[in-house]
T-cell receptor, first 113, second 116 residues
Framework: KAGVTQTPRYLIKTRGQQVTLSCSPI?????VSWYQQTPGQGLQFLFE???????NKGNFPGRFSGRQFSNSRSEMNVSTLELGDSALYLC????????????FGQGTRLTVV | AQKITQTQPGMFVQEKEAVTLDCTYD???????LFWYKQPSSGEMIFLIY??????QNATEGRYSLNFQKARKSANLVISASQLGDSAMYFC?????????????FGDGTTLTVKP
């Protein structure tokens, strides 16, 4: 059974640009959640999608957005990149029933220069 | 609001010995799940163990066990017979099942170093 796949693994962007990150969940999983990990702030919840609907959103500016497709694959977009957006972005998939574990991908390491 | 506290930034343990990583939590939701993840230097978060708030027994998964003390709101991870490959960052996380669908809150993590 394939795990959670995040692409790309590494990304370097310039301030002001926008970026799109992709996450393919485990087959059969309908929930995808996104997290930002930085040395200073730790792991912070961005948003969660279940069956193409955003169920929950963290405290991030509107520059951070996401969506989920009918096949459960998800994308997150960050517009007008800032240096502080440099981070490891992790995606997790789960069945969608909250008492089950979430499985993470290897993450996308974004560097903004 | 949900909150996870891991008070040990770093821990050392001798190979083959047991180690306990501390985690306390705070929530007003009576229904919640507690998780532990391992993050090696490669960055991937690896699920280790899960404990539900209504589970009567402590969860165990191989060398991992979760010491769940509900009244004290603690969910410590015990790793038995430590191995060199256990050296990593460990995160405790919680998910409130009624009030915060889909969101996990993570602690700051504990860096475990296993000495040969």
């Amino acid at each position: 059974k394939a795990g959670v796949t995040q692409t790309p693994r590494y990304l370097i962007k310039t301030r002001g640009q926008q970026v799109t990150l992709s996450c393919s969940p485990i087959s059969g999983h309908r929930s995808v959640s996104w997290y930002q990990q930085t040395p200073g702030q730790g792991l912070q919840f961005l948003f969660e999608y279940f069956s193409e609907t955003q169920r929950n959103k963290g405290n991030f500016p509107g520059r951070f957005s996401g969506r989920q497709f009918s096949n459960s694959r998800s994308e997150m977009n960050v517009s007008t990149l800032e240096l502080g957006d440099s981070a490891l972005y992790l995606c997790a998939s789960s069945l969608g029933v909250d008492h089950t574990e979430a499985f993470f991908g290897q993450g996308t390491r974004l560097t903004v220069v | 609001a949900q909150k996870i506290t891991q008070t040990q930034p770093g821990m050392f343990v001798q190979e083959k010995e047991a180690v306990t990583l501390d985690c306390t939590y705070d929530t007003s939701d009576p229904s919640y799940g507690l998780f532990w993840y391992k993050q090696p230097s490669s960055g991937e978060m690896i699920f280790l163990i899960y404990q539900g708030s209504y589970d009567q027994q402590n969860a165990t998964e191989g060398r991992y066990s979760l010491n769940f003390q509900k009244a004290r709101k603690s969910a410590n991870l015990v790793i038995s017979a430590s191995q060199l490959g256990d050296s990593a960052m460990y995160f405790c996380a919680m998910r409130e099942l009624n009030t915060n669908a889909g969101k996990s809150t993570f602690g700051d993590g504990t860096t475990l170093t296993v000495k040969p």
